[in-house]
T-cell receptor, first 112, second 115 residues
Framework: DTGVSQDPRHKITKRGQNVTFRCDPI?????LYWYRQTLGQGPEFLTY????????KSRLLSDRFSAERPKGSFSTLEIQRTEQGDSAMYLC??????????FGEGSRLTVL | AQKVTQAQTEISVVEKEDVTLDCVYE???????LFWYKQPPSGELVFLIR??????QNEISGRYSWNFQKSTSSFNFTITASQVVDSAVYFC????????????FGTGTRLQVFP
């Protein structure tokens, strides 16, 4: 399968714990994006990388959130000291052409 | 501020009916891009179309067509002769020239096509 893959697909954690999500983009894509989607809403932009450089970060991303893309390949999104409001689907996407995003299946986070 | 409004929360049609999904956008920029994405029950968003603000020509791709009208800030999507496989949530999105890689999505329209 050569699409965008995300891991884990589902994570259940207790409030206050740290979680990390991984995204493997399509190999020839230099752009990588993280979005968050809650029930009944459209995806909300979180952050974006071009190669290994993080070029944009939403105000939605508090200090508890950090994303990396070492060597411009896979990316990780870490949430520290999780809160119940962090429960959502975290979507990763990659692209080669502006706006034409290829999304993964998402990582669903449930914070108890 | 940029904003995308999809006023139709849910639409139900019977197979073979035509259906139009509405999208209204707000932006101060003169250069911007509009998109439609499909999210089937499996969950993975799929890109359908990108349009720039200087190209108001309507586009047709098979049973899909898009009507872009700058005068009403709308970018509507029509499915002709709908099929059960068209059942999905459809999202309209906008990005501005100063940050083309940041897509702002609407809240989506859930389309249910019944046999």
């Amino acid at each position: 399968d050569t699409g965008v893959s995300q891991d884990p697909r589902h994570k259940i954690t207790k409030r206050g714990q740290n979680v990390t999500f991984r995204c493997d983009p399509i190999s020839e894509h230099n752009r990588l994006y993280w979005y968050r989607q809650t029930l009944g809403q459209g995806p909300e932009f979180l952050t974006y990388f071009q190669n290994e450089a993080q070029l944009e970060k939403s105000r939605l991303l508090s200090d508890r959130f950090s994303a990396e893309r070492p060597k411009g390949s896979f990316s990780t999104l870490e949430i520290q000291r999780t809160e119940q409001g962090d429960s959502a689907m975290y979507l990763c996407a990659s692209s080669f052409s502006m706006g034409e995003l290829f999304f993964g299946e998402g990582s669903r986070l449930t914070v108890l | 501020a940029q904003k995308v409004t999809q006023a139709q929360t849910e639409i139900s049609v019977v197979e073979k009916e035509d259906v139009t999904l509405d999208c209204v956008y707000e932006t101060r920029d003169t250069t911007y891009y509009l998109f439609w994405y499909k999210q089937p029950p499996s969950g993975e968003l799929v890109f359908l179309i990108r349009r720039n603000s200087f190209d108001e020509q309507n586009e047709i791709s098979g049973r899909y067509s898009w009507n872009f009208q700058k005068s009403t800030s709308s970018f509507n999507f029509t499915i002709t002769a709908s099929q059960v496989v068209d059942s999905a949530v459809y999202f309209c999105a906008l990005s501005e020239a100063r940050n083309t890689d940041k897509l702002i999505f609407g809240t989506g329209t859930r389309l249910q096509v019944f046999p």
